[in-house]
């Protein structure tokens, strides 16, 4: 075992509500609040806000160009430039980190697994299912371990309690009813996720059926006291069911026997506000994500004075942010492999969202008449003598 995984020496500060939190669950699997695969069918699957808002994001961060920092000098070369750019042998940088960016706005919970090599650094890493990994909670508030559980079989990996390395990397958003958990977006915006498919289901019923809800069948005759013997009753909503449902059978005549009234149903300018329901819902679930409306096309909402302010909203408040925990955690979690302090970045300038405004500070830098051509170097961001 590596020495970051041994027990740090007796005299270690620890926090003092540390072994409060654990008292009740000290080597017990945690589990996950809500259950993932619910979750990821009716936002991810179903809804298609939710998908177009987590797909952008993700995609988006995966795709900025990664950079490592040893101190203040760039490192071109590296085992973890390498390690990032072919994480494991069925995906590369791109791949991987959108699958890891999807399950954090998806789960609040993300776990990468570092696969050692037989010098003991990590050769391969891996992005698993959060709905198949438990929490080990520990006696000092961190945990002792993860378990992986699919098809019948279980996974477990060791965690210090003290200095909490381990070859899982537990990547979570901040939940403040849960000491081991995440809170998602998908959460925070269910109800809004069940509206728009509640609202997509009903608007479906309906054009199924000829845009009108139904119609009432009157018995006008008075035999039998105005009623249908069971057998024309079943015989009735037999043909109904086969002649008369369905969008393609939409505008025939109804063919009634004697006795019988067809009465509408109209629906009500209140009944038909459903797009009104969804754009609300839409609305919601994109805040719930960070995600400007604006983009979406829905109408009625411009917070915004134009697409550019929209995205670059999304980019400064969103994406980075976002971006910036996951490489923090990863240089946190790698450097202690390699003897050093590492700080995995990304390279702002090939984030093309972010022209506008440095086009504006590189504007405004250059009217400054009184900075020299080094000083207005450094407020750019570059050092004196980079090109």
Excluded at 123 to 138: C, I, K, S, T
Excluded at 307 to 333: C, F, N
Aim: glycine share 8%; proline share 5%; charged share 20%.
């Amino acid at each position: 075992m590596f020495s970051f995984l041994k027990k740090q020496p007796p005299h270690t500060k620890r926090s003092g509500a540390g072994a409060v939190l654990s008292y009740t669950q000290v080597g017990r699997a945690t589990w996950t609040p809500k259950r993932y695969d619910a979750l990821a069918d009716v936002s991810y699957a179903k809804n298609v806000i939710a998908y177009r808002c987590m797909k952008e994001i993700a995609q988006s961060a995966a795709t900025v160009d990664v950079l490592l920092f040893q101190g203040d000098r760039e490192l071109v070369t590296h085992p973890v430039l390498s390690l990032l750019n072919r994480p494991n042998p069925s995906q590369g940088r791109v791949t991987f980190l959108e699958m890891v960016f999807s399950q954090l706005l998806l789960a609040g919970n993300a776990y990468i697994e570092a696969v050692e090599n037989d010098n003991g650094l990590p050769q391969e890493l891996w992005a698993l299912r959060p709905d198949r990994m438990q929490v080990v909670a520990g006696r000092y508030g961190l945990p002792v371990g993860y378990e992986y559980s699919a098809a019948g079989q279980t996974k477990r990996w060791a965690a210090d309690d003290v200095s909490g390395r381990s070859l899982i990397l537990h990547l979570k958003q901040y939940n403040p009813l849960n000491d081991w958990y995440g809170q998602s977006a998908v959460e925070t915006a269910s109800y809004a996720i069940d509206q728009f498919n509640a609202a997509s289901v009903w608007n479906q019923a309906l054009l199924q059926n000829g845009c009108r809800p139904s119609g009432a069948l009157v018995v006008e005759g008075k035999e039998e006291g105005g009623l249908l013997t069971d057998e024309q009753y079943t015989r009735l909503k037999e043909q109904l069911e086969e002649n008369y449902t369905g969008a393609m059978q939409a505008g025939r005549p109804l063919l009634l026997e004697g006795g019988l009234k067809w009465v509408d149903m109209m629906l009500s300018p209140k009944d038909m506000d459903f797009m009104n329901i969804k754009h609300t819902a839409a609305r919601e679930i994109a805040l719930a994500f960070g995600y400007p409306p604006m983009l979406l096309g829905i109408p009625g909402d411009n917070t915004y004075a134009n697409q550019k302010e929209a995205r670059l909203a999304l980019w400064e408040q969103t994406i980075i942010p976002l971006l910036r925990q996951v490489l923090d955690s990863m240089s946190h979690w790698l450097s202690p492999y390699f003897g050093e302090e590492l700080r995995l970045t990304f390279d702002e300038d090939s984030i093309s969202a972010l022209n506008a405004k440095r086009e504006m500070l590189w504007t405004r830098i250059n009217a400054a008449t009184f900075l020299s051509d080094a000083e207005k170097r450094i407020a750019v961001g570059y050092e004196q003598g980079q090109k």
